[in-house]
């Protein structure tokens, strides 16, 4: 599989073509005509032919920050 030229990694590409694939499985109609009957190939030949993207959201990702026990402290003489 080679890298699409929209897109910054494989990874990003397989999620793109996943959730596509998925949207046709459950009924949506294919914006190109394909050779194959398969939702993931549909998808693929979608992103080829570029009627399908996505959107990179500029939200950073924060990390909640969770309350660590508290330790006890001893003194030592």
Excluded at 48 to 61: E, H, L, R
Excluded at 72 to 77: C, N, Q, R
């Amino acid at each position: 599989m080679s890298l699409e030229q929209s897109f910054d990694s494989n990874f990003r590409y397989v999620l793109v073509a996943a959730r596509r694939a998925r949207q046709l499985q459950n009924g949506s109609q294919p914006l190109v005509d394909s050779r194959s009957r398969k939702a993931c190939k549909i998808a693929q030949d979608e992103i080829a032919a570029g009627k399908v993207g996505y959107v990179k959201s500029n939200t950073p990702v924060l990390k909640p920050e969770v309350a660590g026990a508290d330790i006890p402290k001893f003194a030592i003489s």
